[in-house]
């Protein structure tokens, strides 16, 4: 009589944590823009501890800090050109 194989361990992958504290496009201080995300509200906003820059988007279930993020820097940019758009 043989032995039962065993199963070999199940290898989890780890999930890559996204940031959640940024670089301020205003006073350029590392880790100074918080990100809160209000998903009942349905908003992400964005506020800066040194200069009070702050920044608010509606968002969804699938938003992350970093979209907020990317969107304030994406506003700013157009607002820098002249461009008309959603300033916040």
């Known amino acids: ?3 039962r194989a065993k199963k070999a361990p199940v290898q989890t992958k780890k999930r890559q944590v996204l940031m959640k504290r940024f670089k301020c ?3 350029a201080n590392d880790n ?3 990100c809160k995300m209000e998903h009942k509200k349905g908003t992400g906003n964005l506020t ?3 200069c009070d820059a702050s920044f608010q988007m509606p968002i ?3 938003h992350e800090p970093v979209d907020v993020f990317s ?4 506003a ?3 607002a820098e050109r002249g461009e008309p758009g959603e300033e916040g």
């Open 1 to 3: 009589m043989g032995r």
């Open 25 to 27: 496009p205003f006073c």
């Open 32 to 34: 100074a823009v918080e």
């Open 48 to 50: 800066c501890r040194i």
């Open 60 to 62: 969804h279930h699938l």
């Open 71 to 74: 969107e304030w820097l994406d």
């Open 76 to 78: 700013c940019e157009s």
